[in-house]
């Protein structure tokens, strides 16, 4: 498995083959423009780039095809080098400012009911360059489209608490000058409710966002969705959401996915802000994205009324539209079963 290129390997790899070092910035510069893979590094010659290609891989993982939404939604399915691969989607809110939506595992072990990464079973933990690697290449793509990338969220493939370490690599890359130089409060890690994760992440001192994916307000419906529920309840898991508020000085955001007849009540509301009280959390209302199961989307009246139940029990939401739907791109959509149709631009060949 060949290493990913950056600043040191590269440097001391010139350094080897006795090429001036500021072929190591064109080289970083080539991935900050959209090169997709080596040819595509024009500013070197094609001898020098056929040697490092030898020796370096141009992305951890390789972009291999995209699909591209109506609403401007971008999906691409990205390779490791074993072969495994992983879904990095780019969403477009409006013109000017994209967020993307990463990977943390090449698939989930945890089995939520509603999910598609869940559906298609366990894969492997991707490392901290995977990781980093499919913002950075969203945004070098968002920028040859005009557009800036403004915020990664880990609601891609997989548990990222799971993976922290690679995680947490990952996020420092980020936040690096070398990297996007990012905020923590751009980055968004969403767990399932992985409780031992949680507490680590608040001692890892990052200033990430959390969100949980709560989806229930009592532990039958909660457990029905999520079997994490029977490992860790409820109260268990809004105990550490509260120390972690504690530990960090953060509020944490609580992911709820409105399911027609399933826990979209008036009562399920009232549940909720009662569960909630005396907390720092702002609650999201996810619409749910079909995936193949049985269950359907809130209508709006029920999502409207779910709403209005939280705010009169004094807790503010805020309503998360879906994005993508049309390619599978949208949250819980992804398997890693996308068909290309749109095939990535290169430069050069
Ligand atoms: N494993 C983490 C992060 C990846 S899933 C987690 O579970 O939080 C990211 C978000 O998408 C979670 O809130 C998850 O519950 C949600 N999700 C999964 N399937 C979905 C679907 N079909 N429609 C909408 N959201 C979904
Ligand atoms: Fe895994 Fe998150 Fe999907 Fe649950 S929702 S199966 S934890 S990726």
């Given at each position: ?17 006795g090429?001036?070092s ?9 991935r ?8 595509d ?23 291999e095809?995209a ?23 780019l ?22 009911r ?9 894969g ?14 969203a ?54 409710g ?108 029920a ?16 309503v ?13 959509q ?5 068909e ?10």
């Open positions: 498995m060949l290493a990913r290129v950056d600043r040191n390997r590269l440097e001391a790899l010139l350094a080897e083959l090429q001036p500021y072929r190591a910035r064109q080289v970083l510069d080539a900050r423009a959209g090169a997709v893979s080596w040819p590094v024009t500013a070197l010659p094609k001898a020098l780039r056929a040697r490092l290609g030898g020796e370096l891989s141009l992305w951890a993982l390789q972009p095809d699909q591209e939404s109506a609403d401007g939604t971008i999906k691409w399915r990205m390779r490791g080098s074993d072969g495994v691969t992983v879904e990095t989607v969403i477009a809110h409006d013109r000017g400012r994209r967020t993307v939506c990463i990977s943390s595992q090449a698939g989930c072990a945890l089995g939520c509603f999910c598609a990464t869940g559906l298609a079973g366990p492997r933990d991707l490392s901290a360059d995977e990781i980093a690697d499919q913002a950075e290449f945004a070098a793509q968002a920028a040859t489209r005009g557009a800036r990338l403004g915020n990664v969220v880990f609601m891609g493939m997989g548990e990222p608490l799971q993976n922290l370490e690679a995680v947490l690599g990952g996020v420092r890359t980020l936040r690096s000058v070398d990297g996007l130089g990012l905020s923590g409060r751009r980055i968004a890690i969403s767990t399932v992985w409780v031992p994760g949680i507490r680590a992440l608040a001692e890892s001192g990052e200033p990430v966002r959390l969100a949980v994916s709560l989806h229930g307000s009592d532990d039958a419906t909660r457990s029905e969705l999520m079997p994490i529920n029977t490992r860790w309840p409820i109260a268990s898991l809004l105990a550490e959401c509260r120390r972690y508020c504690d530990t960090t000085g953060r509020r944490v955001f609580i992911e709820y996915l409105l399911l027609d007849g399933v826990n979209d009540a008036p009562a399920d509301a009232r549940r909720l802000a009662e569960l909630l009280r005396d907390g720092r959390f702002h609650v999201n209302l996810i619409e749910y994205n079909p995936t193949g199961t049985p269950y359907r989307a809130s209508p709006g009246d999502r409207e009324r779910f709403r209005a139940a939280l705010a009169a029990a004094g807790i503010e939401a805020s998360r539209r879906s994005r993508g739907a049309d390619v599978d791109a949208a949250c819980g992804l398997a890693g079963r996308s290309p149709t749109l095939q990535l631009a290169s430069s050069a060949k």
